[in-house]
């Protein structure tokens, strides 16, 4: 097919992608004890760049051992050990064609706190998600205020699971500062009631985050990818807009636009979805507020909502659909008719199953 957009190259500064559609990051909780996933999880990343993907994220890696887990299992990216596990993945990937990139995270407010081996929770704000730990069916604890102390400790961790990233070989990194996390948590007047240099205007709720993307990218030399992820949701705060208007997201963009990062990756429910009561996109009013690259995702499932989403967005992410059906991206080149997966079908995703 000609002027096939989906399957057009991009280029993603020194990268050509081989078309635009990529693995969103996924957790899937299969690392305890070593923090390093189950062989089937890392083998299922490189099948899906065997299948066609042309870009393939990591689950959210978490940063440090005092408070960034928020659940049972995740991986880290700090000991060599953990290091060597992910170089014959990243490997592996490139051999295919497709570029890898490693998300990291740290899970703020939602926080499981037995988990985390200084047994803490941290967030800018005591104020605990509107709804309960999903996984658990209990409310979350309350945080405690975050700390300058607490700031360094939190920056060093994202900056340390950096440089693991970088010597496992990545090419690129992103900064999750989505889904009501601890950047996000930062970023939103919902959870942050902070008073300080961190707080009130939209200036100093972004100063987190610009502290975390500054103190990153020394340690990401200018050949690999930064990448900044944002959503206006989270996960324990569905219904809420984390952002107030669209003014103040655009105000949010056009800060992250002046950093040292590649791309923006803007997370939404449904890429279709009109955002902020109006009649735009998410992905509409994030284009108009910054020229870097841009990838999206939420209910992008068959060829003609990748088509319409790359209407606005340069990159798609798939996370159920992928996640789901191996043959993803050879269906969606042959407009095969795809079902739309539901939350629950990608449960499957935390168990020990392994995925075809
Ligand atoms: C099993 C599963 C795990 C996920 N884990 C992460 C994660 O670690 N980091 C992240 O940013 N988003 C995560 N997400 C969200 C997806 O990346 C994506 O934003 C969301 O599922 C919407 O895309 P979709 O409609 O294609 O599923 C996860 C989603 C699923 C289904």
Request: hydrophobic share 40%; charged share 25%.
């Amino acid at each position: 097919m000609t002027n096939d957009i989906i399957f057009s190259p991009f280029k993603l500064k020194n990268f050509t992608l081989k078309n635009r559609i990529g693995v969103a990051p996924m957790t899937r909780m299969s690392s305890p004890g070593d923090s390093i996933p189950r062989q089937d999880v890392l083998d299922f990343l490189v099948r899906r760049a065997e299948n066609g993907a042309g870009i393939v994220y990591t689950e959210a890696i978490v940063t440090d051992y005092e408070s960034s887990q928020g659940y049972p299992g995740q991986a880290r990216l700090i000991t060599q050990r953990q290091i060597e596990a992910w170089k014959p993945v990243v490997d592996a990937i490139r051999k295919e064609g497709a570029i890898s990139i490693m998300q990291m995270f740290h899970c703020g407010r939602m926080a499981w706190p037995e988990i985390n081996p200084a047994n803490r929770v941290i967030a800018p704000s005591p104020i605990t998600p509107q709804q309960k730990n999903p996984l658990t069916g209990e409310p979350y604890p309350v945080p405690d205020e975050i700390s300058r102390f607490d700031i360094e400790h939190v920056i060093s961790g994202f900056v340390e699971t950096a440089r693991g990233a970088v010597e496992a070989g990545f090419d690129g990194i992103e900064v999750h500062g989505a889904h009501g996390y601890l950047i996000s948590n930062f970023l939103s007047v919902y959870s942050n009631r902070r008073t300080d240099a961190y707080g009130e205007s939209v200036e100093n709720r972004y100063r987190f985050a610009h502290e975390i993307i500054q103190a990153v990218r020394r340690v990401v030399p200018p050949d690999r990818l930064l990448i900044f992820r944002i959503s206006n949701w989270g996960v324990a705060d569905m219904e809420v807009s984390l952002f107030q208007d669209r003014s103040e997201w655009q105000q949010i963009i056009k800060m992250l636009s002046k950093e040292p990062i590649d791309a923006i990756s803007v997370s939404t429910y449904d890429y279709s979805a009109k955002a902020f009561g109006t009649d735009q996109t998410m992905a509409q009013i994030t284009r108009e507020a910054t020229d870097l690259p841009l990838m999206i995702c939420g209910k992008i499932y068959d060829r003609a909502t990748a088509e319409d989403a790359l209407k606005h967005a340069d990159i798609i992410l798939s996370a159920k659909s992928i996640l789901l059906n191996p043959n993803w991206v050879e269906d969606i080149r042959q407009s095969k008719e795809l079902r739309l997966y539901k939350s629950e079908d990608a449960n499957v995703a935390y168990t020990d199953e392994p995925l075809p």
